[in-house]
């Protein structure tokens, strides 16, 4: 979560308050408007204070229009129900909402099916608020593991962690709390996330693991997972460095194995030790909810893992987060249930085909060069076309906001500090109608970008819609 701090200014004007939101005395808001920085001295009627939280949230963006976001902006109403019965459920209390357990539980088992794990039933995983905190747990297990087989060495040699420089910022905040090493491979040229040559020429003996991602946020590719447990694999052959892969799969861990059925990246990979996904993001669930797997029980180190009291049992816990609602964990087994494999398939297929139909569309408007086609992630990524001086990018994303879309302009990172996008993240929700409206008013937009003098934003850092 962001950092915010208390307002350095006096309290300012009160909250305006309609006269009509006094149901009984239409005049008492007009002299019992609440503060805005401070709690209020007295109560307010629940429906005026319900009528000014709603106003106010008026001027968000429309989700449903953000594509920007992976997370998942529109579920069934069925599900919106079973949310609100769970929504006062915490997840921690096992023994409280022994039912909610078992749901998680399932969604664990029926992910080390999906990612085909040697022996399912030897598989452990566990729920988490997101995949932030599934890397972060992942993270941790790499670490212990490192730090066990060098336990004569540790705290003295300081471990590290090999990784493109796609990788989400999720990854930079656990190098940077657990204190390891980020060796981090650059981009070059047209190849915009790891290399596996390059990520094992990284390692040496102090490396905890690799990350491989399923679908990188800057275009929607997939890193090559196979590629890069062989060139591990060649590496101990020369070295006997034995280095672990954790597959982060935010994204593809829940597109992949439903339409890129051939592609070998999960636990059929004996070098892979862990993954984690988003149930948020094309899980189809509302966040927050991720996921975090691993092989058997032996990749994660028994000495993480807390005990509670579950129906005068025993059940082991891994997370950073104590208190969490279940509804979100209730909503991804309602999911599964829903629409098993026939149906995770129809609805990515069809995400796919809309991200590939909208790609090419914008590819013959001319004025724009395609970086990504959306055939991994449902997601595409393109740059002006090098001949376009009078607009940017950033002209783009701010132009197609005045129509409601929130399009994000952003510039990639080290070695490619050059290229400047727009991204577009077409997830369940995001139909063939939306995206001809989208087409439409970006072609709208055109003439009038076309004829600027030069491009308008001064400012990129400022600009920039892509902050995740």
């Not at 190849?191 to 094992?200: G, I, S, V």
């Not at 672990?244 to 994204?251: L, N, Q, R």
């Not at 197609?400 to 990639?412: C, D, I, K, N, Q």
């Not at 055109?446 to 003098?453: D, F, G, H, K, S």
Request: hydrophobic share 40%; aromatic share 8%.
């Amino acid at each position: 979560m962001p950092l915010h701090q208390g307002r350095s200014m006096p309290d300012e004007r009160p909250a305006s308050v309609n006269p009509f939101y006094g149901e009984t005395n239409p005049v008492s808001g007009m002299i019992e408007a609440p503060p805005k920085h401070r709690l209020p001295d007295g109560p307010l009627p629940p429906t005026t204070a319900l009528q000014l939280v709603h106003d106010e949230l008026m001027l968000d963006g429309n989700s449903r229009l953000n594509l920007a976001t992976f997370v998942t902006t529109w579920m069934e109403p069925q599900a919106g129900v079973l949310m609100a019965e769970c929504r006062d459920k915490n997840m921690i209390d096992k023994d409280e909402y022994p039912r909610t357990a078992e749901l998680e539980r399932r969604c664990v088992a029926m992910l080390a099916d999906l990612w085909n794990a040697p022996d399912p039933s030897a598989a452990v995983g566990c729920s988490t608020t997101g995949s932030s905190e599934a890397c972060m747990l992942a993270g941790m297990a790499l670490k212990r593991r490192w730090t066990q087989r060098n336990a004569d060495r540790y705290p003295g040699a300081r471990p590290n962690l090999v990784m493109g420089v796609n990788v989400q910022v999720c990854w930079e905040k656990f190098c940077n709390f657990w204190e390891v090493e980020a060796r981090q491979i650059p981009m070059e040229g047209d190849r915009f996330h790891l290399d596996p040559e390059a990520a094992a020429e990284l390692c040496d003996e102090n490396t905890i693991g690799v990350v491989g991602i399923l679908g990188s946020t800057f275009d929607g590719s997939y890193e090559p997972i196979q590629e890069l447990c062989a060139a591990l694999d060649r590496l101990q052959e020369r070295t006997g460095l034995d280095i672990p892969v954790h597959v982060d799969g935010a994204s593809g861990a829940m597109v992949a194995p439903f339409i890129d059925e051939d592609l070998i990246w999960d636990f059929r990979l004996p070098r892979v030790s862990s993954i984690n996904a988003s149930g948020h993001k094309y899980g189809l669930v509302y966040p927050g909810v991720g996921w975090a797997l691993w092989r058997t029980a032996a990749e994660l180190p028994e000495e993480l893992v807390f005990r509670v009291n579950y129906l005068g049992g025993d059940m082991p816990t891994f997370a950073l987060n104590f208190s969490r609602p279940g509804a979100q964990v209730v909503a991804q087994y309602y999911t599964f249930l829903r629409l098993g494999r026939a149906g995770y398939r129809a609805v990515q297929q069809t995400t796919r085909d809309v991200a590939r139909a909208l790609a090419e569309r914008v590819d013959c408007l001319g004025d724009f060069r395609l970086i990504t086609r959306g055939d991994e992630l449902p997601v595409f990524a393109f740059t002006t076309a090098p001949e376009v001086t009078a607009y940017d990018v950033f002209d783009v994303s701010r132009r197609m906001r005045e129509s409601g879309w929130l399009l994000p302009a952003y510039t990639f990172p080290e070695n490619r500090e050059d290229l400047s996008v727009l991204r577009v993240v077409c997830r369940n929700g995001f139909t063939s109608d939306l995206a001809d409206l989208f087409i439409e008013d970006l072609m709208r937009l055109l003439p009038e970008l076309r004829r600027q003098p030069h491009p308008m934003t001064h400012d990129k850092d400022a600009a920039t819609s892509f902050h995740h």
